[in-house]
């Protein structure tokens, strides 16, 4: 499945262009004007396709369609939620989802338990000033692992045109020990089944690389969007036994469209 990442990319690099090397770093971004939409509260839902790890530490991959919500213009506990020009502090939604893990359809890891799948949920706070973008996400997890989970980084945003916003930076994840215990753990009776060796993970930061993120405006509500997201194992979730029988490097691409609604104009406002 790796052979697909390649042409998502390059599709996802054609429709939205060279966007990095066209913007010169003393621009902050600009967001796309947007009649209708601009004002109170908005909704964003879209979809579209996305290759992934199999699981985390997995070296095969798997193409699935995913589905997005946001929203827009709206604040919670005094912090906003917005577009890409908003400057300050703001908090969104921040959620995930990890298709089931299965052991006997992979030979490496066969006879590790299986794990169903994963839900987490959270929110991320992150403040804008200028360009530049810090940010951290804490999801809670449940379903086949439990615990904490997220990321933390720094982004920087340009907008090479007044349709084009692009979303660069670097980031690291980390984790709790139950679910670090899930995903990367060998027990006793897998250690037996699959040959691997016995090992009990700590939580911490499981992971550093980099994000981007490519936004194309193609009407007033409708977007294209890329995403593309490298991330080098590290630590416990580097060292156990299920990633060196998998892979240290894990790529995520997608690329879909999404729709905005003015909430107001729905509920009659």
Known sequence: MRKLLL???LLGS??????????????????????????????EVGGGGEVHPDYPGAKDYSVDPFGTVALHNFTLFGLGGGSASDQG???????????KRKSHKYDDIDGVHDVDATYELGARL?????????FADLRYAFGGAHGLVGEAGVNAIFAPTHRLNVTIGPQLAFATNDYMDEYY?????????????????????????????????LTEKWSLIGKVNYTRLVGDAYRSP????????????SLGVTYKFNLGHILGN
């Open 7 to 9: 042409p998502l990319v």
């Open 14 to 43: 054609t429709a939205l262009s060279s966007a990095v090397m066209a913007q010169s770093i003393t621009t902050p971004a600009q967001p796309v004007d947007q009649p209708g939409t601009s004002s109170g509260v908005v909704l």
């Open 89 to 99: 502090f703001s908090v969104a939604p921040s959620f995930d989802i990890i298709d």
């Open 126 to 134: 992150a403040y804008r000033f200028g360009m530049f973008e810090p």
């Open 185 to 217: 753990g060998v027990r006793g009776d897998d250690s037996r089944r699959s040959g691997l060796r016995r090992f009990n993970p700590d939580g911490g930061i499981t992971g550093v690389g980099a994000n981007l993120e490519a936004r194309y405006a």
């Open 242 to 253: 299920i990633t060196k029988a998998g892979s240290a490097d894990q790529v995520t691409a």
